[in-house]
């Protein structure tokens, strides 16, 4: 039996080698038959009960926030604890003090970053969740919290593995895990043309729509990969209710409506492996696209965000 399971702003669906303890793969195959409906929105720990979890939890301690749009907040936090990793796409479980609920969060930044800097960085929106909110309203530099990482949707290829192309599709703030993804693919690259070795990464196309420019986030950081390695990273930002001009720089990038089916068909090989994460009926959709367009069903892989 396969579960679908919520959580947070973002859900998740793992398999059951994932809930009897096996080691995972670098790539965990998700497919649209996973997908176990759920008619309320219940506490992320009650949904993400039998996910596998990292045993550390750590504190950390916000050292910087920002507003990264109107509905979302940027946060860095310092890890203390030297035990604490993450895979490219995981999340963590977001524990405050005084307040009873917990939170799960992607985390949007690369592991090199926590590395290299013992940062991690989370992009949170604004809803009424208590941890959303208190992140929102109350959080302030030096405030500390705990952290404890989980999640099966992840890239983490070994420096042997066969190459893959990657094409990440994302809507909203389930940009979170694919910029993970892709900074991290990022790091691989710079670390292959730098050294001569390790793993050797693909194209990488990032789909991404939102309702309007200011609600695409992480643009500059995006535009700014997409320039550095022009014939690796290759993006298109979609814009749904767009209402004021888009500026200069955006333009060659934008495209005015939704992510279109033949957009993503034209991308289809035998060496592509596709991430996706948004709103369940886009990640349904596309799923099911994909598998109707002969994709093997483990290079299909989904996070859900509610």
């Not at 038959?33 to 309320?40: D, P, Y």
């Not at 910029?179 to 390790?198: C, F, P, Q, V, Y």
Request: overall charge positive; glycine content about 6%; hydrophobic content about 35%.
């Amino acid at each position: 039996m396969i579960l679908g399971l919520l959580r947070g702003s973002v859900g998740a669906i793992y398999n059951q080698s994932t809930l009897s303890g096996q080691t995972p793969r670098s790539l965990r195959h998700l497919t649209l038959t996973s997908v176990m409906k759920s008619k309320r929105k219940s506490d992320h720990m009650e949904r993400t009960a039998n996910v596998v979890r990292r045993e550390v939890v750590s504190t950390a301690k916000v050292c910087g926030a920002a507003t990264e749009s109107p509905s979302v907040k940027r946060l860095r936090l310092l890890v203390t604890d030297k035990d604490f990793s993450f895979k490219a796409g995981q999340w963590v479980d977001f524990f405050i003090p005084g307040v009873s609920v917990v939170g799960g969060f992607s985390i949007c930044s690369s592991p090199r970053l926590l590395e290299q800097e013992r940062i991690i960085e989370l992009a949170v929106k604004y809803t009424n969740h208590p941890p959303a909110i208190w992140i929102h309203n109350q959080c302030t530099l030096d405030s500390e919290v705990a952290l404890r990482v989980g999640g099966e949707f992840f890239f983490d290829p070994q420096p042997m593995e066969a190459s893959r192309n990657l094409v990440l599709i994302a809507g909203g703030v389930g940009i979170n895990p694919l910029l993970s993804i892709l900074r991290h693919a990022a790091d691989l690259h710079r670390e292959r043309t730098n050294k001569g070795s390790g793993y050797e990464i693909g194209t990488i196309k990032l789909f991404y729509s939102a309702k309007n420019t200011s609600e695409l986030l992480f643009k500059k950081n995006i535009l700014d990969l997409v320039n550095e390695f022009p014939e690796k990273i290759a993006c298109s930002l979609h814009v749904t209710k767009q209402t004021t001009q888009i500026t200069a720089e955006l333009k060659p990038y934008i495209t005015e409506g939704r992510i279109m089916e033949n957009e993503i068909r034209d991308h289809i090989s035998k060496d592509t492996v596709f991430y996706l994460c948004g709103p369940p009926p886009m990640t349904d959709f596309f799923s099911k696209q994909l598998e109707n367009s002969h994709v093997p069903k483990e290079h299909i892989c989904f996070e859900k965000w509610w």
